[in-house]
């Protein structure tokens, strides 16, 4: 059995390690016990989170969308506004979180996973500079695509080819569709991620995500145009589940919001020594550095199922080496 490693540990591949091994979520174990369910949930939510920012950020945003009624037909005046409104929110959110940590510098290098610093001359990158291409990608490519998904989905509902919830009646179903959208978000992400790292699918499309070995929070939304189709094609599940205008965009921002949280390059933001804010995974910064570990997230253990997990500890890097080395002669 693996020894967990104390928080803060570093060495000469990673500045910063957490506590390791990484454990996933509960939900699957067996037997089932409640408690760390419960606890898991609410770790994941409370008191403050990415997903409960995000929760938030989308309740304001449905009420400054367009009806059902506007959405009814396609009109470029709420389109442009969706548009905008997904513009600032990437600018405010990836650019606010580069500011804070790679511009002001106001953690220094505390809960920095990586310290090499981002290419800005490099022939791999566009523009010759990482942050360059990365901005680029996210807000050309990705922000397009995400609202191309929205207008689909909030038409789709407005006429009847999507089942919607009626509210207030079904606001139970509505809130565990929300508390069960992180399990569909891992799902979802592990088979697309999979699929994008065969080896045809991976040199034309994910390469370009991949230039980042050191990730920052513009490179979470930083992928080729097909990559973005594949990716937000998640909330395509809403032709199926029963949805409403507040789930669909909330569901929409947290595919897009926390790729770039999840990719601040930092484990979270810090106050007075302690966590006030986790946002980058080191589970995810470990697939970036290794490639093909650890595909998809914690609260579905299908690396675990698959055998592609890295823990994070030294015994599962030698692990994962042997079975590289494996793959590789055969």
């Not at 920012?53 to 009806?67: E, F, R, Y």
Request: glycine share 6%; hydrophobic share 45%.
């Amino acid at each position: 059995m693996n020894q967990p490693v104390k928080s803060g540990r570093s060495n000469k591949t990673w500045h910063y390690k957490p506590a390791l091994p990484i454990t996933v979520s509960p939900y699957f174990q067996w037997p089932f016990r409640l408690k760390p369910v419960l606890r898991w949930i609410a770790g994941g939510w409370l008191p403050v989170s990415e997903r409960l920012i995000i929760l938030l950020l989308a309740v304001v945003s449905v009420q400054l969308a367009p009806s059902l009624e506007q959405a009814a037909s396609f009109k470029a005046g709420w389109i442009a506004e969706i548009y905008l409104r997904n513009l600032v929110l990437m600018c405010l959110v990836a650019g606010g979180l580069h500011f804070y940590f790679y511009i002001w510098c106001r953690q220094g290098d505390e809960r920095r996973f990586d310290t090499r610093a981002f290419a800005t001359d490099s022939g791999v990158f566009t523009f010759r500079s990482q942050v360059r291409d990365n901005m680029f990608w996210t807000l050309a490519s990705g922000v397009t695509i995400w609202t191309a998904y929205e207008v689909l989905m909030l038409w789709a509902l407005a006429n009847g080819y999507a089942p919607a919830l009626s509210l207030p009646a079904d606001l139970p179903w509505l809130l565990l569709f929300i508390l069960l959208l992180p399990v569909w978000e891992t799902t979802h992400f592990f088979l697309i991620h999979r699929l994008i790292h065969s080896t045809a699918l991976y040199q034309r499309i994910h390469a370009l995500h991949h230039r980042n070995t050191n990730v920052g929070p513009w490179s979470g939304l930083s992928m080729h145009p097909l990559e973005h189709v594949i990716y937000l094609s998640t909330v395509l599940i809403h032709f199926i589940v029963p949805s409403s205008p507040v789930l669909i965009i909330f569901h929409l921002m947290y595919f897009t919001l926390s790729a770039a949280t999840t990719h601040t390059g930092y484990q979270g933001i810090v106050l007075a020594g302690k966590l006030l804010l986790p946002l980058g995974t080191f589970h995810h910064q470990l697939h970036h550095r290794y490639f093909t570990c650890n595909y998809g997230g914690l609260e579905t253990p299908w690396d675990q199922w698959t055998g592609s997990f890295h823990d994070g500890t030294d015994a599962s890097h030698q692990s994962f080496l042997a079975r590289r080395k494996s793959k590789v002669q055969t």
